[in-house]
Structures are given as C-alpha cells and as structure tokens.
C-alpha cells in the first residue's frame, strides 16, 4: 500500500520493520526526523527495541560498538559534522566487523556552516572501510536499510554500512512509498546471527592490538569481506526484487545509455532531475545518458567499464569537493580509473555545495561544457559574488 | 563473598615485573567474578594483556579506542538488558582515558545511570606513551611534557577529583582503592557490581618505570602515597563517604623523597617551599576525610 510519507518517517518505519534491539543516536539537522519518530516508535511501545539518548554522535556509534559486540542488532543515524565527529569510531567499528547500519542524511561541511545538502560528508569517510550506498528516492532509501542488514549481517560480509540519501532534498520531503510488510520482511532479514559476540559462557577478546606481524593481514581480510560483498549485495538484492517487485540488486542503474554519447555520472537523489534533464535534452537531440552509483563501496568499477565504455564523454556531477585533487571530485577520479579508455574523456563537475539547487538548466550547463571539453572545474558559481 | 581463589587475569602477559596496574586488573576480576564483560581503553595494561593472538583475560573483553569505555560498555549493558542477560560489566581503564580524553563519555554514561562500573587504574601519568602528565598527576610531578626544569617545579596542577565529580552525577557508589590493599579492591569490586546503577571505583597504582622507584617497592610505595595522606581510601553511598581508612600520618618526603618525579624536589637542595605546598594537600586530603587517628 502507497502512503505519501516524508523520508525521513520512511526511514524510521524501514528501521521498524528491521526489528532493531538497540538504537542509539545524536540529534543533529537534517537527521533528526528520523530518531525523533524512532524515539516515538519506542515511547508508544510500537517497536521493541532500546533507545540510548547519548551525548555525543561519538558515543552514539560507541555505543552501537559496544551493542552490536554484545549480540544485538544496531542502528544510528547522522550527518555532517556528527557524521566526521564519529571518524574515529567508523573506522574501529569496521575494523571489528560489526554489522552496524547507519543513515546518512548526506549534509554539507563547515565551515562556513551549512546545514544544507551535498555529499562531502559521507565521501569524505569512503575510505574508512563501510559499505555505502546511495539513494535517489524515498522508495530506495527506505528499502535500502532492509538489504543493507542483510547484506552487513551476512557472515561472509560483516562490515557495517552507511545508507545515504540527501538532507532536506529527500529527509524532508514527502513521497508516495511502500513499506514493506512485516511479515515479508521477517522472512527476508531473519533474527540476528551473530558470528560472534561477548559471552560470559564463551569468554573471547574483542580488539586486541595487532603488531606489524599481524596488521597487514586483517586489513587483507577486510578487504577480501568487502569484495565478497559486491556479490553478496547483487544476491541480496535479487532476494529483495523477487519478495518486494522492486530491484536494488545492480550496484549501478542506466538511464537512456544505450545509443547516448555522454554519460552523465551521479549518485543520489539528483539523479532524479538529471534524468529530467536528459528527456529534455534528447527531445534536442543531444544524445545524453544517466549511469547513477547506487553502491559506492565497494566500488563497482567493472559495471561502470561496461556501461560506459561505448561513450565518448562521461560528465561527472559531484557534490562534493576534493581539495586540491587534479579533478576536484572525489568521484570523477574513480570513474576515470574504472573507465581506463583514454579515448574516452571523463570530467568533474563540482556542484550545488551546501545546498545549491541543483537545476536542469545547470545539467545542460554542465553538458554544454562537456562538450566543449572544458570540465574538472566548479559549476554553477554566482561569479557577480566572487 | 567472591571466591578469591579463582584467578580470571592469567600470569604470562607482558606487563613489567612490580607492575601496579597489572596486580589491580588480578583483584578487580576477583572481586567481579566469572561473569564479567570487562571494557578497556587504550593503555599500557590494553597492551600488555592483549597482542594479538594472546590475551591474558579469561573472561569476556573489548577494547574499542582510548576514549570511549564507558560508552560501549552503555552499549553492551543495554544489550544485555534487552537478551535478559545479567553479566556484570566492568570497565577497567587508565587515568588518561578517565581523567583526560574520556571524560565526556564517562559522563554521558554515568547521567544515564547504565548499570556499569567503571574502574579506573590511576598511575597518574600517560605511562604508555612514554610518561606524559594527564590530569590525574599530582602536583610538582615531573613528566616528560611536565619536566621539572630550572625554571619549572614539573607538573603545575593538582590532581583532578574525578570521585567528586562522578559522585555529583548522582553515582550510588564512588571508591578509592590501592593496590597495597588487595583485599580491600575485592571487597569494593564486588560491592560495586553487585549495586545498580553506574559505580566509579579509582585504584591507586604505582608505576615504578614511570615514577622511577625500584619494581620490589610498588606496594610499599603505594602504602607510604596512604600513609602520608597523598591518597585516601575510602567509600560514598549517595554521595555521602562513608568508610575511611585512617593512618597515624608520615610527613610527605617519605613518599616523595624515593620517587624520581620528585627529586628535583630534593636535590641539588631541598626545595622546603614546594614540598610545604605537598604538605598542605595531604593536610587538606587529612581535614576532609578526617583520615588521622
């Protein structure tokens, strides 16, 4: 059943049918939805799980550390500066292998402050060993959080993950969405399996320091768990299409490609008016396309080879800065190693930082300059202020 | 009454010979017994008890990073609550990670009252690190970021009370304890677990690589710190102290005078003004907790 919902209620009523035991998160805008109508979920005895108020996102995912090494099923949710004051801890959750799954409500960096949308936030912690996704829609983002437990809970996995969807662009905004029922979901992501927990009856440590003897080879096994996920996602989400007749299982999604000849590459919910942008371009015959990143990490770069290598320009929308990189985008220059065809010419495009629209008029900019090979370069910028 | 034959901290870890923090990690299992979750920070006894594939814990335990102990051990007991799981929970964690960098934590847990204790063995320096002053190191100290000097006494500050504060969160039990006592850490381990509620226990521990003593003298040194009044045993029920040890008191240069952060103290001359300064905190300590007989 369709009910016109805002993301960020989506969200929490995903987390619900995901029988979480223990959510523990710090407020923080555009997040903040989201655990308010979980900690009313509790309150009103909806879900059956514990809320910890902490004082700090630090603690918050501390304290999702510590609840998932005990056995139970963890959930926070962030952005931003909370998002970067958790660092520390994301890369320690990954490095213990804890299933946790964490929603990002993608938020721009300070300073200046902004409480507004880009993407810097979670890109900025691409390397920390977290699975990431991204969501264009309140649809995905909402059935995204039920695959990512099953794929994070999965033994031959056991990483944690980030969702991510845009704040305010998607978190606050209203949609027609289907949670999925219940009992479906039961029968998809069963009771937490942990592979193994602190147990009085079964003492083992958790954490121990590695010497240079040792070290090396469990960042080989993380590694060698976040390839595996790559596949263990594609199963997962083809379990999810045949229950729920919608499929997430591609770590990257075609729009209008097959005869295109720029690409545009995006992740999240600018996708959507990239594609607008594109029905409007193709009626003036520009033959453009959309390759949009739903799985960031593990990053699909053998999909994106195939789907974009019959193009002979790729325009990548970045919102997100790289200081000082070459390319100025931190996904401009995956892409371009991915692609590895110097026939082919990849470009970034910085913008709709801290929250600038993102318009269809800036999607034409952006492949008029494609076009005329000018990129790695800021898009969209107000030169009358500079 | 815990059986104190058991041993739950196994011998063959890597901690050195006349180690204090090590005999207080032995005493605080015996007083927590079997069914202990322990959390540790980041520290000298993290790493001396457990590298990688060897530890020395018998009973579950994990270390996240220096300063969020008492936030994963908030984690775990609400876990725990929601499985109907009753294992005690015990963060067992040095001066720099209670004092310094996990105070916020710390606060967080213990505000929310999570039936935690949480035990802090204060050798009053970052002594894994290579003896950097922390909050917890007393006055006059000389460490390697607070090095007495020509025109430096060593460390300017006074020991942090961290008891105080953690009894002014509404905490139903805050202790002190010493290694020189070991009966007495068992007895407020025990104690403290067996209370609901977030529990604060701080074991005074001597570092004798640290504070430049000779390793046989780590318990008499750790005795001479309640002898002279330097550190004070006691117990707080609601904020309220109850039980104090008392002591017929020594004069401070006892315990001053054999310990190398102090000698600048002494030598080349004694330097009566700063160590009148040292009196009056083991006269202050004496005054509050009415500890002379």
């Known amino acids: 059943m369709l009910q016109v919902l805002e993301g960020s209620i989506a969200v929490a009523e995903a987390v619900k049918v995901c029988k979480v035991d223990v959510i523990s998160a710090y407020p923080i805008t555009p997040q903040t939805h989201i655990v308010e109508k979980l900690a009313e979920m509790v309150a009103e005895g909806e879900i059956d799980s514990e809320y910890i108020c902490v004082e700090s996102e630090f603690s918050a995912l501390s304290a999702c550390l510590g609840a998932s090494a005990a056995g139970s099923r963890v959930y926070s949710a962030t952005s931003s500066q909370g998002l970067i004051l958790m660092a520390e801890v994301c890369f320690n959750v990954a490095g213990m292998r804890q299933p946790v799954v964490m929603t990002i409500a993608n938020r721009a960096m300070g300073a200046p402050l902004s409480i507004w949308n880009d993407q810097q936030d979670s890109l900025t912690l691409r390397d920390s060993g977290w ?82 003897d040792y070290y090396h080879e469990f960042r080989y096994e993380h590694e060698m768990a976040m390839q595996r996920a790559a596949g263990v996602w594609r199963e997962a989400g083809a379990e999810f299409a045949k229950i729920f007749s919608r499929d997430y299982s591609q770590a990257v999604e075609g729009y209008r490609l097959e005869d295109a000849d720029i690409a545009l590459v995006a992740l999240g919910s600018v996708c959507g008016t990239i594609k607008d942008a594109i029905d409007e371009m193709r009626n003036d015959g520009l033959k453009v396309g ?31 800065l790289s200081s000082g990189s070459r390319m100025l985008g931190i996904v401009g220059l995956e892409v371009k190693d991915a692609i590895n065809d110097s026939s082919i010419s990849v470009l970034s495009y910085v913008t709709g930082l801290g929250g600038r629209d993102i318009r269809k008029s800036d999607i034409r900019k952006i492949v008029n300059a494609c076009n005329e090979g000018k990129g790695n370069m800021f898009s969209g910028l107000r030169e009358e202020i500079l | 009454m815990a059986d104190t034959s058991v041993e739950l901290f196994e011998p063959g870890h890597r901690a050195c010979g006349g180690c204090g923090p ?12 079997p069914d202990t979750i322990v959390v540790a ?41 929601k ?96 290694i020189a006592y070991p009966n007495d850490i068992v007895k407020k381990v025990e104690r403290a677990v067996n209370i609901p509620g977030a529990c604060y226990i701080q074991i005074h521990a001597p570092c004798y690589t640290g504070w430049g003593f000779e390793g046989a003298r780590t318990i008499d040194v750790a005795k001479l710190a309640i002898q002279t009044g330097l550190w004070v045993n006691y117990e707080m029920v609601d904020g309220d102290v109850e039980k104090v040890k008392k002591v017929k008191r020594k004069p401070v240069d006892e315990y001053l005078a054999e310990q190398k952060r102090f000698r600048h103290l002494f030598k080349p001359k004694r330097n009566d003004e700063e160590i009148a300064k040292i009196q009056a905190i083991a006269d202050r300590n004496a005054a509050n907790f009415g500890i002379d007989i």
């Open chain 2, 83 to 178: 499985q109907g799981r009753k294992e005690h929970i015990v963060c067992i964690c040095g001066d720099g990670a209670t004092f310094d960098i996990g105070t916020m934590c710390i606060s967080g847990a213990f505000e929310r009252g999570h039936n935690i204790t949480y035990v802090c063995y204060d050798n009053e320096a970052y002594m894994n690190t290579g003896i950097q002053r922390s909050g917890a190191t007393p006055y006059d100290a000389s460490t390697t970021t607070s090095p007495a000097g020509s025109a430096s006494h060593g460390n300017r500050t006074q020991k942090k009370d961290m008891p105080a504060i953690l009894a002014a969160h509404g905490a139903p039990y805050v202790a002190t304890a010493s």
């Open chain 2, 22 to 33: 090590a005999l207080a990690a032995r005493h605080i299992l015996k007083g927590s017994g």
């Open chain 1, 131 to 212: 699975i990431q996704v991204y969501a264009e829609d309140v649809q995905e983002v909402t059935d995204l959080h039920i695959i990512a437990y099953k794929v994070c809970e999965d033994h031959r996995v056991l990483l944690p993950a980030f969702v991510c969807f845009d704040g305010f662009v998607l978190s606050h905004t209203y949609e027609p969405v289907e949670i999925p029922d219940q009992g479906l979901v039961d029968k998809y992501l069963p009771a937490y399996n942990p592979y193994n927990m602190l147990d009085a009856k079964q003492p083992l440590s958790m954490g121990m320091y590695a010497t240079p």
């Open chain 2, 41 to 81: 920070s980041t520290g000298c006894m993290e790493v001396f008890s457990t590298p990688y594939p060897e530890s020395a814990w018998k009973v579950p335990w994990i270390h996240s990073l220096f300063e969020n102990a008492a936030a994963v051990a908030s984690g775990i007991e609400v876990a725990l609550k």
């Open chain 1, 290 to 320: 959309l390759l949009k990143i739903r799985v960031y990490r593990p990053f699909p770069a053998d999909d994106i080879k195939k789907a974009l290598s019959g193009m002979k320009k790729v325009a990548v929308v970045e919102k997100n």
